[in-house]
Structures are given as C-alpha cells and as structure tokens.
T-cell receptor
Framework: EPEVTQTPSHQVTQMGQEVILRCVPISNHLYFYWYRQILGQKVEFLVSFYNNEISEKSEIFDDQFSVERPDGSNFTLKIRSTKLEDSAMYFC????????????FGEGSRLTVL | AQTVTQSQPEMSVQEAETVTLSCTYDTSESNYYLFWYKQPPSRQMILVIRQEAYKQQNATENRFSVNFQKAAKSFSLKISDSQLGDTAMYFCAFMADMEYGNKLVFGAGTILRVKS
C-alpha cells in the first residue's frame, strides 16, 4: 500500500543551523502539507502546497521556513536558522484531491534543537 | 477561524467494552469534513473515520461510528468492542472544503488506553 515516507526520522542540530526535512508523498497525490507537533501539544498546520506553490501558510511559517518540490517527487521543508522552539515532530501529509478530505501522513521527523 | 475542542485528555476502557470520545468544533463554513485520526505510540496518524457535513447519516467503519450533531457542532467517536490495539492518541479534526487544498485543524487529542 502506498505511503508517505519521511527522512530523517530524528535529527539533532545546534541552534542557528539549517535543517532540511524530506518527504516523499504518495505518487498520484496533488496536495502536500507540513504539520508540526511540539511535545505534549496539539498538531499544528504549517503550510499547504498545490500546483507548485504555497496555497496557505500559518503564522508559524515565517521567513525562516520554506518548502520546495524540487524534482516532482520529494517535498522538503527547510528551516534556515533553527531556534530552540523549533524542536518538534514534523509531519508531512499528502492528499489526492480537494474534495476527498482525507490526508495521508508520514511517520514524522523528530527535530531536536540544542 | 475554525477551532476543534476535545475535552477529554485521557480515557480508559476495558477490553471488549464501548467508549465514546467527545469532540466539538466551531466554524462558519457550510461545507466541511470531520475526521477522527488515530496515532499509535511512535507511529503515524491514520484515518479512522470521516464524515461529510452535508450527509445527515452518521458514518460507520466496522467497530467505529460517529454521532454527528451538526446544529450542536458535535462529532463524537464511539468505539465498540474495544481492543488492545485501539490504544492510541485520537485526534478529532476539521477541514473546510476550499478550492486550493485543505488544511486540517486538529483538536488537542484524547489518549485512549484499553485495558485487559
């Protein structure tokens, strides 16, 4: 069964360093998302991506964040200069169509900023 | 803005018993979807059940069913014949039906523990 895959599963980085989290969405999906979950808190929307551009982003998704779909398969989240408060589990998700409403999630990438 | 509220941080149920998880939401949208997602420990979220707001009939998936009360903006999940594998965090989520992709708005989650 197709699934969303994410790498790395866990990354530890120093504050101020750049981090790239990678996702391979399900191949025939058109809508892509990043969410994050700080330990003990709710899952929060970061950004949605459709037709090679950002369709919506939250207040969390500031200038330090960017997303790309460089080669038609990978979907990356870059944090340019990590802060301690960026420590969280980051989930990638993809959806096949607008009106199915269902998203498929990856297992997440745990980011620890020291 | 949409909000989703899950008022039960934790619930426990005996194996084979029935449990109901509560969820309320707030929105001004007329077309939307509601979901329950399950997140087992250290695993990805998977969809348990989905409800389209325009459907009056409550969704059912095997042992999982919902009680959708649109006027009250309530969307509870009932798990019948609970199994040990049902132990997980359960998230209620809302998605408005918009043109350029839809974001999920999650509740805070309910930890469900099924005891043998």
């Amino acid at each position: 069964e197709p699934e969303v895959t994410q790498t790395p599963s866990h990354q530890v980085t120093q504050m101020g360093q750049e981090v790239i989290l990678r996702c391979v969405p399900i191949s025939n999906h058109l809508y892509f998302y990043w969410y994050r979950q700080i330990l003990g808190q709710k899952v929060e929307f970061l950004v949605s991506f459709y037709n090679n551009e950002i369709s919506e982003k939250s207040e969390i998704f500031d200038d330090q964040f960017s997303v790309e779909r460089p080669d038609g398969s990978n979907f990356t989240l870059k944090i340019r200069s990590t802060k301690l408060e960026d420590s969280a589990m980051y989930f990638c998700a993809s959806g096949r169509a607008r009106n199915t409403g269902e998203l498929f999630f990856g297992e997440g990438s745990r980011l620890t900023v020291l | 803005a949409q909000t989703v509220t899950q008022s039960q941080p934790e619930m426990s149920v005996q194996e084979a018993e029935t449990v109901t998880l509560s969820c309320t939401y707030d929105t001004s949208e007329s077309n939307y979807y509601l979901f329950w997602y399950k997140q087992p420990p250290s695993r990805q979220m998977i969809l348990v059940i989905r409800q389209e707001a325009y459907k009056q009939q409550n969704a059912t998936e095997n042992r999982f069913s919902v009680n959708f009360q649109k006027a009250a903006k309530s969307f509870s999940l009932k798990i019948s014949d609970s199994q040990l594998g049902d132990t997980a965090m359960y998230f209620c989520a809302f998605m408005a039906d918009m043109e350029y992709g839809n974001k999920l708005v999650f509740g805070a989650g309910t930890i469900l523990r099924v005891k043998s």
